[in-house]
């Protein structure tokens, strides 16, 4: 059973920093890109970040581009977001999240599996 | 890159037949058959429904489909019943591996 269990959240000021944490367990991690997904509270769901399963590629969301940084060690079965110069606007849950199996044949570019969320909350 | 546009909410009767809708732009949902729907009830983590447009996991429902014209893709939920209920993201690869989402319906089974 695939699970992804999220953690690291909580309160920090604005220009703080937090690292936010992803366990995953179920399936073979390293095969799979992952991704962050945030969602302020009672806001929709927004596209943070994505790695890919070897870590050697990474992208952002515009803004948050030089302040995140995502990163994966696949000898963990862990995935990380580190969050630096963090605004009031970066308050929300933020789950990891799975993404289809890519090929060089078929890349379905979605993602099947979630984690419940860790709440970040930016204010002084 | 804005959020896709969807409605704010729709509403149907057990057993009718409702449809979401997701705009985009020529840069996501129109340039790519990568569109993806999400099910999420509150206090619970997003549910993948469709994918690539039209394409069901295993194990959700043959009431969800999906499809696309030009830079707008639908949802369809047949038979709608009251374990529908929920919030609907649609989701659009927008090339060089980044992604946006749509702004959310939430489904009322009247």
């Known amino acids: 059973e695939v699970q992804l269990l999220e953690s690291g959240g909580g309160l920090v000021q604005p220009g703080g920093s937090l690292r936010l944490s992803c366990a995953a367990s179920?399936?073979?991690?390293?095969?799979?890109?992952m991704s962050w997904v945030r969602q302020a509270p009672g806001k929709g769901l927004e596209w943070v970040s994505v790695?890919?399963?070897?870590?050697?590629?990474?992208y952002y969301e515009d803004s948050v581009k030089g302040r995140f940084t995502i990163s994966r060690d696949n000898s963990k079965n862990t995935l990380y977001l580190q969050m630096n110069s963090l605004r009031a606007e970066d308050t929300a849950v933020y789950h990891c999240?799975?993404?289809?199996?890519?090929?060089?044949?078929?890349?379905?570019?979605?993602?099947?599996?979630w984690g419940q969320g860790t709440l970040v909350t930016v204010s002084s | 890159q804005s959020a896709l546009t969807q409605p704010a909410s729709v509403s149907g009767s057990p057993g009718q037949s409702i449809t979401i809708s997701c705009t985009g732009t020529?840069?996501?949902?129109?340039?790519?058959?990568?569109v993806s729907w999400y099910q999420q009830h509150p206090g619970k983590a997003p549910k993948l429904m469709i994918y690539?447009?039209?394409k069901r996991p295993s194990g959700v429902s043959n009431r969800f489909s999906g499809s696309k014209s030009g830079n707008t893709a639908s949802l369809t939920i047949s038979g709608l019943q009251a374990e529908d209920e929920a919030d609907y993201y649609c989701?659009?690869?927008?090339?060089?591996?980044?992604?946006?989402f749509g702004t959310g319906t939430k489904v009322t089974v009247l």
């Open positions: 989701c659009s690869y927008a090339g060089t591996s980044t992604y946006v």
């Open positions: 999240a799975k993404a289809l199996y890519c090929s060089i044949t078929s890349c379905p570019r979605a993602f099947d599996y």
């Open positions: 020529s840069s996501d949902v129109g340039s790519y058959n990568l």
């Open positions: 790695i890919t399963g070897n870590g050697g590629s990474t």
């Open positions: 179920g399936f073979m991690f390293s095969s799979y890109a």
């Open positions: 690539e447009v039209t």
